[in-house]
């Protein structure tokens, strides 16, 4: 076994930069334009695949987690599974015990074969799980906590239908906007966590686009036959980017999301870019297409 996985860390199967974090308004990154990367639920998905062959049923031989303060997985224990609910990663060890990482916008998971040089600063690692053979380490993750099910609450409780699910309950997930104030604009609230998990901005901007929809009208005016259409939309399109490295949502990269000011693909307007909602974060869309608002 551990030969068959240091031959797929040879081949690049192993080592993984799931995202790292660029300048989430204007989508550059170190001044090269950034694409593919910002984490929503397909990322956190396609980390969970990639860690898996070489933690899941593996038992741990060494934790650290310098800044986390709740119970710790022991040496000894066995890793039972890793998976990705919405956009949190969840690793749940013997005993009930899970690991929860969110990345928001600026943490990822990196998998590295034992002696591995990191690719990261160790100084900036917030957990690191050692198994035979690997290391997985999680990088300038915001949220690194434990929680035993049954015991403590689960920070997951609050999600909506996990749309990179294979079947997600859409209809649940209508019913969910009544979480949101009827005045909140139909951006934020595809981002709000409670209705659906998974989407980000640029699922946010690419659902808009596809169905035809000003991002900026109230939920109010949305009705639930179009409110499922765009919960549809980002499943199919989350769906259509498990297991990719470059992000698509139609032949040849995103229709909207980081092609501020470029000519929109169906009607060659040039695509705008706003910040909404209260935390202001970045919507591309096309003021033609999309039904244009009063300025
Ligand atoms: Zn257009």
Redesign the pocket.
Known sequence: MFGTLRGRAAEGVGSIIPYQGPDPATGWEGGRRYRAAMPEGDTIHNTAARLRPALEGAVLLGFEARRMRAHRPRPGWRIESVQAVGKHLMIRFERDLVLHTHMQMTGSWHLYATGERWRKPAHLSRAVLAVEGWQAVCFSAPVVETFVIGHDPDPTAHLGPDLCGADPDLDLAVDRFALVDEGTQIGPALVDQRIAAGIGNVYKSETLFACGLDPFVPVAEVGSEQRRQLLEAAHRQLRMNLGRNDRQTVPGGLAVYGRANRP?R????GIRVDRQGDQSRTTYW?P??QISRSP
Not at 266 to 269: E, H, Q
């Open positions: 929109c169906v009607c060659g307007v096309c033609r297409c």
